[in-house]
């Protein structure tokens, strides 16, 4: 069996976007003779933490976890502080200008002498960075160089061409287009979600760029087969999101739809569900009309519980910020909503998530502005009163291209050949 060192930050107790890809690789790789060894931060901090997701870890898996700063440094929750305007400053030059492309930078005088040590006592085979964050890969670069390992960087979402991301300057932008040069020009092989994602790699290094894979954000078969086969309340159309906004990633438009919806429908039967981070100001609007008692925001679910609510919806929203770089990604949430059935509403801009909620779901895209998302959510609700909403139907595809068995498998044989000599 051949062996992978996964260099993440995004490692449970965390809670992001990245973290069912995450535990795919470690549950599925060794089911294809690749023993994965995760390396990770023992004291996370700053993000949504979720302790239930310790319980999915596969049994024998190898984790070493490294330290990030002192031990002051340590504490498994994020409490949101209020900071004088000085100390908001100095963080804003500081996360903008100095700790670049993050703040995970700082990580590296730490864990990369632990990946040494690592690397000599195990013997990989390949060394893989999971990102974001990105300077994992420069520190797994490091430890590539310095051990004469492959390294295979997994881009979660990309670099400098992410939709969520914007520049304080044209100089910072300068610095990570280098970094990330300096990244691909020296990888084995690079991993992304899309093949919109690993085109622009192609795209944007040509001959410079090694071979890509593109793995999809895949479910957990695990997860699904505990689900029940409950049916939504009849007596309301139930619409439902599950996910975290952040950074440039904001509901606004899909706030806005749904208030021009309310307003032009106020006897509406349909209710919508959300569930993940949302930003105070959005949360503000859900508790005054018209959104109030018709939109209600559940919070954060626990990992366990996700499956389940999305099953006892009759529509699930999928959501993209119609930004550039928006047309490359695809929620991992779209294989989950499209293993359980239901209608799939996607508001995203033509891309690389539409085609998947179009043509394996049936589902239905609408353009992530308020004046088409009112409208098709009148369309929606007269369909379900007529009994006529378009449901996934293939799910012998959907299999194929989204469990996270065959996801993997496929992954297995593209790091298979990128660690040959």
């Not at 160089?145 to 520049?167: H, K, M, Q, V, Y």
């Not at 569900?273 to 018709?294: C, F, N, Q, W, Y």
């Not at 009148?378 to 139907?393: A, D, G, H, I």
Request: net charge positive; charged share 25%; hydrophobic share 40%.
């Amino acid at each position: 069996m051949k062996k992978l060192i996964l260099l993440t930050y995004t490692f449970p107790p965390l809670s992001s976007g990245g973290t069912p890809v995450v535990l795919n690789m470690c549950r599925y790789l060794p089911a294809n003779d690749w023993e994965v060894i995760v390396v990770t931060v023992k004291n996370p901090v700053g993000m949504k933490i979720d302790p239930t997701l310790l319980d999915d870890l596969a049994e024998g898996l190898k984790v070493i976890r490294i330290p990030h700063g002192g031990s002051g440094a340590g504490s498994l929750s994020f409490k949101a502080q209020k900071q004088s305007p000085l100390k908001k400053l100095v963080s804003f030059i500081a996360h903008n200008y100095i700790l670049i492309p993050d703040r995970v930078i700082t990580w590296k005088n730490q864990v990369l002498p632990a990946l040494k040590s690592i690397i000599e006592k195990e013997k990989p085979h390949a060394i893989m960075s999971f990102g974001p964050h990105h300077s994992l890969h420069l520190i797994a670069l490091s430890a590539a160089r310095e051990t004469a390992l492959p390294l295979i960087p997994f881009f979660g979402d990309l670099w400098l061409a992410d939709s969520n991301t914007e520049w304080p300057s044209r100089l910072n932008r300068l610095v990570e287009s280098l970094l990330e040069r300096k990244v691909v020009r020296n990888a084995r092989g690079i991993v992304a979600t899309t093949e919109g994602s690993t085109g622009y790699f192609v795209d944007r290094y040509s001959n410079m760029c090694p071979p890509t894979h593109v793995a999809e954000n895949g479910y957990d078969p695990r997860r699904i087969q505990k689900i029940d086969s409950s049916v939504p309340d009849p007596e309301y159309l139930t619409a439902g999101w599950t996910g975290n906004f952040f950074a440039s990633h904001s509901p606004g438009e899909l706030l806005s739809g749904l208030e021009m919806f309310y307003n032009r429908n106020p006897c509406s039967k349909l209710r919508v569900k959300m569930a993940g981070g949302i930003d105070s100001v959005s949360l503000e609007r859900l508790d005054r009309a018209p959104l109030g008692s018709k939109v209600t925001h559940y919070g954060h679910l626990k990992w366990a519980d996700v499956p389940q609510f999305q099953r006892d919806c009759d529509i699930l929203i999928g959501y993209l910020t119609p930004r550039s770089g928006s047309e490359l990604k695809n929620s991992s949430k779209t294989a989950e909503y499209l293993v359980t059935g239901r209608t799939i509403l996607g508001i995203v801009p033509e891309g690389a998530m539409a085609r998947r909620i179009r043509d394996l779901g049936r589902g239905y895209i609408v353009p992530p502005n308020l004046e088409d998302i009112a409208l098709k959510l009148e369309n929606l609700e007269y369909q379900w009163k007529t009994s006529s909403l378009r449901v996934p139907l293939d799910f012998a595809r959907i299999e194929e291209k989204f469990s996270a068995e065959n996801v993997m498998r496929r992954m297995a044989d593209f790091l298979s050949r990128m660690a040959g000599p």
